[in-house]
């Protein structure tokens, strides 16, 4: 049989397909952008902050025009994902966008966090933030739709994806490590461990620069496939639609969109997997959030610095295999697995900080059985995330590979604006979710800061929002896997029907 000779690591002679491959320096590179975004989403963590401070703007308006935010740049999602398709194939489409969202994005946050920052109060203040902010989302879209491409185009191997989605992964979880190190160790003590103004605006300047460098590698790296051959070959259509079908003008509709999500019941359940676990991670990373478990319970930004470079080295490790169980078994079981393993460790975490009590948290921060225990619980639950992010890159391209099955539409800007869009609307009140939490627990004027006094309500609302929330994503995962056919083999078949389409409709242009 061939899927027993191919072996997991011959996909192509396995499964009887000529599949798309790439070199690991390829995917590394490639995979680079995906650092450039968590770059600017972790900078706009931050956000909350210098609306207060920069713009006298109160907490809870700060939230409101967050989620707004959040929803019109899910709504730029869609737009520019049919520029993305309209353009002419002539073009270097993924590093014209990567290049010029960057541009765009970095002037955005320069302008948020240090040269308008503190010029202006009132209503004034509220309109600046919001015109700076909506030049930052624009910029954002851009860049992070031709990232978002890359992954599905440097390869279809099966074997390869979940690789890529490992690659994608570790620049996700690497890049936070990176820059809360920074941020520790580097900025906050030099500014008396406190996010006040000229804190965020040297942030902000180091922050552009390294998403600058994340996205040239992936420039490097895309550069061979970003090349007019690959968007001609990727653009034809099903050769079993009828002429009338064939002749129509190629490009992207609105229609085509809508029908991605009404018809295409895998994209669904892909959809609603991947926002149920982000919705929740959104609200727990929020920096009001995080400074709750850091800075006050623990009580040691440096202390949760080090226990999270340990975790996440480690857990790395870990995902690496997670990343293997992917190519053997498929996504779809890979995410019911995982995500069960997730749940069980988030119950565990949950017991284990109430058991400490608001008090008794400070002790992770110091040499000690509790930071022992603690290290552990967090390696597996960081370990089980990556690989839950993996799934969900490696299910995304099975997804849009099932639409050209489907529909003889390849279209990955589509299901990334798509799902950017649905994404975004939904996980657009996380800002505001995670305001009204700490005003529920008096922090209605001021945001919290180390050296805060830890109590029940701080400890409770603390670890509710980081893993319970998301429990619940992880079960919706286990409800959607059930509704979800995308299965290894199913995925087998769709290559094969795929090259055979392809096949019959350049015999029939020639």
Not at 178 to 207: S, V
Not at 226 to 244: H, T
Not at 371 to 382: D, E, M
Request: with cysteine; net charge positive.
């Amino acid at each position: 049989m061939a899927g027993e000779k191919g072996g997991m690591l011959n996909a192509s002679a396995r499964d009887g397909v000529q599949y798309r491959k790439a070199t690991i320096l390829q995917m590394l590179l490639g995979a680079a952008n995906n650092g450039c975004g968590i770059v600017f989403y972790l900078l706009m963590m931050y956000a909350s902050y210098i609306g207060t401070q920069g713009y006298g703007i109160v907490t809870i308006l700060v939230g409101g025009i967050l989620m707004a935010m959040r929803i019109f740049d899910g709504v730029t999602d869609a737009l520019i994902a049919t520029a993305f398709e309209k353009m002419s194939p002539k073009l270097p489409k993924v590093r014209i966008f990567l290049v010029s969202g960057w541009l765009l994005a970095s002037l955005g946050v320069i302008l948020m966090y240090d040269w308008a920052a503190g010029k202006f109060t009132g209503v004034a203040g509220v309109i600046v933030f919001i015109l700076v902010y909506v030049l930052y989302i624009m910029g954002y879209t851009i860049n992070g739709m031709g990232g978002g491409t890359v992954g599905i185009m440097i390869t279809n191997d099966p074997t390869q994806r979940p690789m890529m989605g490992l690659l994608s992964t570790m620049f996700s979880y690497l890049t936070p490590m990176l820059l809360t190190n920074i941020m520790a160790f580097l900025i906050l003590p030099r500014h008396d461990n406190q996010y006040d103004m000229p804190c965020l605006a040297e942030a902000c300047w180091l922050y552009v620069a390294i998403s600058g460098f994340f996205m040239v590698l992936c420039c490097i790296g895309v550069r061979k496939v970003d090349v007019p051959e690959m968007y001609e070959a990727l653009a034809v259509n099903d050769a079993n639609k009828s002429s009338g079908d064939k002749k129509k003008k190629s490009g992207v509709t609105f229609k085509d969109i809508v029908a991605v999500l009404k018809d295409n019941k895998e994209t669904q359940m892909y959809m609603l997997t991947c926002i149920s676990d982000k919705f929740a991670q959104q609200i727990g990373s929020q920096s009001v959030i995080t400074t709750l478990m850091s800075g006050v319970l623990i009580g040691s930004y440096t202390a949760a610095a080090m226990i999270g470079n340990v975790t996440m080295i480690v857990g790395l490790g870990f995902a690496f295999f997670g990343g293997i169980f992917v190519a053997r078994y498929g996504a779809k079981k890979s995410t019911t697995v995982w995500s069960w393993a997730s749940i069980a460790l988030g119950v565990i975490m949950i017991v284990f900080c109430v058991i400490l009590g608001p008090k008794g948290m400070s002790k992770i921060g110091v040499f000690g059985v509790p930071l022992v225990i603690f290290c552990i619980l967090q390696i597996g639950f960081t370990a089980t995330k990556m690989v839950l992010t993996t799934t969900g890159s490696a299910m995304r391209a099975d997804v849009v590979d099932y639409e050209l099955e489907r529909s003889g539409n390849y279209f990955p800007a589509v299901l990334s604006g798509v799902y950017n869009f649905i994404d975004k609307l939904i996980t657009s009140v996380s800002s505001l979710i995670a305001g009204a939490c700490i005003a529920m627990i008096g922090y209605v004027d001021t945001v919290p800061q180390q050296g805060d006094t830890p109590t029940w309500p701080i400890l409770i609302m603390g670890v509710v929002v980081t893993f319970g929330l998301p429990i619940i994503g992880w079960l919706i995962n286990v409800i959607c896997m059930k509704n979800y056919s995308l299965d290894k083999e199913r995925m087998v078949q769709v290559a094969k029907n795929v090259a055979e389409k392809k096949k019959a409709a350049q015999a029939e242009q020639q």
